[in-house]
């Protein structure tokens, strides 16, 4: 019964190529996020939409390209990787701006 | 200066050790604060909320000073299972509020 879901898990990829994350939460949550932890471990954000409608935008290049279907979903399209994109990717939602965040198991991509 | 900042470490305790870790953060208008554990590649997960009166859950307690602007983590008699990358958030005033990380605390207990 996982509450926030993201897939794939593991993303193995070539330089240039344009990948995607999926990201649902089925917490009735109306606010999700994605940050990305590079290899020194920082967690940053890098998207925050509520309610489908975008709220954050952090400084991240604009072949990061997030899509929100409806509230329970928030999808990560990248555009012509860069070795640097390499990281694990967490999305994360919470019900309010007090709440805590839940987060998704992580995507872990690795650029080649 | 970094908004949210925590000591890497290592800390290194033996089982049984009491350890205390602190964070700071730079912005006043800063609410809601918490704690987070991240085991190795895995997600973060919420440990505690932290409430200016201090709270306990266990053998961990939370504390947050508002004045002096820093949260911090106490855990009573290590164990073993405790070893992680504990992690602070506070949620930053920007536009909204911006739940900020910082880099996080590793903690080893040893036998």
């Known amino acids: 019964d996982t509450a926030v879901s993201q897939t794939p898990k593991y993303l193995v990829t070539q330089m240039g190529n344009d990948k995607s994350i999926k990201c649902e939460q089925n917490?009735?949550?109306?606010?999700m996020y994605w940050y990305k932890q590079d290899s020194k471990k920082f967690l940053k954000i890098m998207f925050s939409?509520?309610?489908?409608?975008?709220?954050i935008n952090e400084t991240v290049p604009n072949r990061f390209s997030p899509k929100s279907p409806d509230k329970a979903h928030l999808n990560l399209h990248i555009n012509s990787l860069e070795l640097g994109d390499s990281a694990v990717y967490f999305c994360?939602?919470?019900?309010?701006?007090?709440?805590?965040?839940?987060f998704g198991n992580g995507t872990r991509l690795t650029v080649t | 200066r970094k908004e949210v900042e925590q000591d890497p470490g290592p800390f290194n305790v033996p089982e049984g050790a009491t350890v205390a870790f602190n964070c700071t953060y730079s912005?006043?208008?800063?609410?809601?604060f918490f704690w987070y554990r991240q085991d190795c590649r895995k997600e973060p997960k919420l440990l505690m909320s932290?409430?200016?009166s201090g709270n306990e859950d266990g053998r961990f307690t939370a504390q947050l000073n508002r004045a002096s602007q820093y949260i911090s983590l106490l855990i009573r008699d290590s164990k073993l299972s405790d070893s992680a990358t504990y992690l602070c958030v506070v949620n930053m005033k920007g536009g909204s509020y911006i739940p900020t990380f910082g880099r996080g605390t590793s903690l080893i207990v040893h036998p």
């Open positions: 994360a939602s919470r019900r309010t701006e007090n709440s805590p965040l839940h």
């Open positions: 932290v409430y200016s």
């Open positions: 917490l009735g949550h109306d606010t």
């Open positions: 939409y509520n309610n489908k409608e975008l709220i």
């Open positions: 912005n006043s208008a800063s609410q809601s």
